[in-house]
């Protein structure tokens, strides 16, 4: 029998090659209990007379996204390759689905769309007419009037666009209500384009019964584009809500290049297939075992206990060493399954999990721990406890609490290295966390890498404290100033943990290795970044002090830069980990620190535009002059380029300038009137004395609160400058009457 095989090339970042025939011998049907339909039958009415390269653009940087299969009997790849899969089709009750991994697909705009290209367009044709069950006089509700028109074009199908009905913010919503859809037989909907919200919650129930009644369904939409711009709209991307139970999610990634992408089936394309050949030790290639991490999951999900425990020593035995290439596919599968398979007990411990964050002490005794959690305080709450590598633990919340917004998370937020471009090979397992809603009393959680365990507490948390039952953990041990003595938490490092904590409720949280923490005092190192953190709050002057910690992170493989900053965490290279931990010496980079963590400090009034990473270093020359360097109220001390030289600057240009050029700017000001001067700026943008109405936002804010706190006209300088000032704000500084200030030395 001559049947379709897809053969990958390994190595060199190479993609794989096209299908080749072979005659070698079926696999086995099922090692489940699965009646697949007929899924060359769909394959042939998906793709018939559209061509085997269908992709030939490149996306840009924000690019498309992939597609996860699982384990049901209907579920197919379409389009899939090196890059992941992007068409998928699936049955829901009597209806049909077709799911495309990114908005470019259907999408309205001209912004990097594959829409419009001939291949695309009759791959969106044949999916409208497989969802309807026949090919013509389909009545059709699409998105909107781009991908009306394709599936218009050529057929007599009769296609309407529904109208918005709701634009607000980020949210585009148009009329998926059940009265609206009832009269059509396909619909075809994107969950977002871009950051634009197109379906509201509400309406996924009347999309799920439409289609489970028998209706045809085409969906697209990027789950890591929601996770950027739209994460804040609900609990879980709505895409995966629509089709749950369908065998299709989105994954978060990112993919710019899908010119290696093929239509393809064989006889390992049904995933019950691709799962039941790996459980029984098949040689699947690289491009195959890139797409079986989902199955894991699902496989668990089902309750397949015996063929999971099956899969897993294999991939235990099979997972290729790190450093290890981002594209192999063995590489993918032990990233996936190491990341998100959670609540199961491995065979051993995820081989990966040694190199970082470490594995437990040979001796590590597991445990059951009684936590109360103060949560007054926010964010990151560690439980001084460790999931070892391949351990399901247990974690009990007070049931009054379920549905609250708490979560608890196992790990640490490390940049996922999986949703970041460029990155060719993995020096850690890519993906070191994950977070469980506390959407009941009892949680099985832990995954094959293991980690710390945290209680997530969100701001606004209506108790004082939780109490959490732990089982089956390694004690960990946890610094907290003002809590935990100096004694007791270096007798818990001897319980086995590969991470220790150090830190304060209210300032700075430091993940460190245990053996590292060994020769640390942790009073030191709190008394010692404490000020620190102090520092940056005293300049950013916020109203009410913030009651987390700025949770610190030290990293074998950053993914963003040198180090980069989120609200929930810093990640900084593990180099950075023996600065932190020994303090003042003389040799640390203290830019480094100031840098990033003046980056939480940030709000919208100093973020933006070409000034993020301008205006992120008055936090930094504020603590470094004070703390670092003993400075005054009118000095900054530790800046590379020494005192500030006014005359030296004059001529220079916002324009010209680069980001530390740009920063000379603003240290003329703070050398002329001082850092008290700079902190009474950054408090009045909460203060009701200075209403934005009258002294403004950004950059205008900035140029109007400074020459109304220090009594000067600044407009002659920062138009010199040419500092990017609104006319408004310019004028508005000059009807004030101000006396005119320029710096030392510079000409009138």
């Not at 209706?215 to 994460?231: K, N, Q, R």
């Not at 002659?716 to 508005?732: G, I, K, Q």
């Amino acid at each position: 029998m001559l049947r379709w095989i897809w053969i990958a090339v390994v190595g060199c970042g190479k993609p794989a090659v096209p299908e080749v025939p072979t005659d070698e011998p079926t696999p086995p049907s099922s090692c489940g209990t699965e009646v697949p339909s007929d899924p060359q039958a769909a394959f042939d009415a998906l793709t018939t007379g559209v061509d085997a390269a269908p992709v030939e653009v490149v996306l840009d940087d924000e690019g498309n996204g992939s597609l996860q299969l699982g384990l049901h009997a209907d579920v197919l790849p379409v389009l899939f390759g090196p890059s992941g899969v992007h068409v998928a089709a699936s049955t829901l009750g009597k209806g049909r689905v077709v799911a495309f991994s990114g908005q470019e697909f259907l999408s309205s705009g001209t912004r990097s769309t594959l829409l419009g290209q001939p291949e695309v367009d009759g791959l969106v044709r044949n999916a409208v007419a497989w969802a309807a069950g026949r090919s013509g006089g389909v009545s059709v509700l699409a998105d909107n009037d781009a991908v009306a028109s394709v599936i218009a074009s050529g057929t007599d199908h009769e296609v309407e666009v529904p109208d918005v009905v709701q634009r607000l913010g980020l949210r585009e919503i148009k009329d998926w209500s059940a009265a609206r859809i009832a009269d059509h037989d396909v619909l075809v909907v994107q969950i977002n384009e871009w950051g634009t919200l197109k379906v509201d919650d509400a309406d996924l129930p009347a999309l799920r019964d439409f289609v489970a009644e028998g209706g045809g369904l085409l969906v697209a939409g990027a789950a890591l584009h929601w996770s950027w711009w739209l994460a804040d709209q609900g609990p879980a991307y709505p895409g995966d809500q629509l089709l749950q139970d369908v065998g299709i999610t989105w994954a978060l990634t990112s993919v710019d290049d899908m010119t290696e992408a093929r239509l393809s089936f064989d006889a390992y394309s049904a995933p019950t297939e691709l799962w039941c050949a790996y459980v029984e030790g098949e040689d699947l290639g690289s491009a195959r075992l890139a797409r079986l991490g989902p199955l894991f999951v699902d496989a668990h999900r089902q309750g397949r206990g015996a063929e999971l425990q099956q899969a897993l020593t294999r991939l235990v035995g099979d997972t290729p060493a790190l450093p290890v290439s981002a594209d192999r596919g063995a590489a993918v599968l032990a990233a996936h399954v190491g990341a998100h398979l959670h609540g199961v007990d491995w065979p051993a411990p995820h081989p990966w999990a040694a190199t970082f964050p470490g594995a437990v002490a040979d001796d590590a005794a597991r445990t059951s721990l009684t936590v109360d959690v103060d949560t007054r305080f926010t964010q990151s709450r560690p439980l001084g406890a460790y999931a070892a590598p391949g351990d399901a633990v247990t974690v009990t919340l007070p049931a009054e609490h379920v549905g609250s917004g708490l979560s608890v998370r196992v790990g640490d937020l490390y940049d996922d290295l999986i949703t970041i471009d460029g990155i060719d090979t993995w020096n850690r397992a890519p993906r070191l966390f994950g977070v469980h809603p506390a959407d009941r009393a009892t949680l099985t959680v832990g995954t094959g890498l293991g980690g710390a365990l945290y209680l997530v507490v969100p701001h606004g948390f209506p108790a004082d404290s939780v109490t959490v039952q732990l089982d089956g953990v390694v004690p960990m041990a946890v610094y907290t100033e003002g809590v935990s003595s100096a004694a007791t938490f270096a007798a818990e490092l001897d319980s086995g943990a590969p991470q220790a904590i150090v830190g304060r409720a209210d300032g700075i949280q430091l993940v460190v290795a245990a053996d590292a923490a060994r020769a640390a005092d942790p009073e030191a190192v709190t008394a010692f970044w404490g000020p620190f953190y102090d520092s940056h709050a005293a300049l950013a002057s916020e109203p009410t002090p913030r009651v987390h910690a700025s949770h610190w992170l030290f990293d074998p493989q950053v993914g963003w830069g040198y180090a980069n900053a989120t609200s929930d965490r810093i990640d900084y290279p593990q180099l950075a980990m023996g600065w932190a931990l020994r303090t003042q010496t003389g040799d640390e980079d203290w830019w480094l620190f100031g840098h990033e963590m003046g980056h939480q400090f940030q709000t919208a009034d100093w973020t933006g535009g070409d000034v993020t990473e301008v205006c992120v270093n008055l936090w930094t020359m504020h603590t470094l002059n004070g703390v670092i360097f003993g400075g005054t109220d009118t000095q900054m001390l530790g800046h590379p380029d020494g005192p500030v030289d006014h005359a030296a600057l004059e001529g220079s240009t916002w324009s010209d300038a680069d980001l530390f050029g740009k920063l000379q700017l603003y240290r003329q000001l703070v050398d002329a009137f001082g850092w008290p001067t700079q902190q009474q700026v950054m408090a009045s943008y909460y203060d009701e004395a200075y209403p934005r109405g009258t002294y403004g936002s950004f950059m205008d804010g900035y140029a109007l609160r400074m020459s109304a706190i220090t009594g000067r006209d600044l407009t002659d300088f920062l138009e010199r400058w040419e500092y990017p000032m609104s006319a408004e704000a310019r004028d508005r500084i000059r009807s004030w009457a101000l006396p005119t200030w320029l710096p030392p030395g510079w000409q009138p």
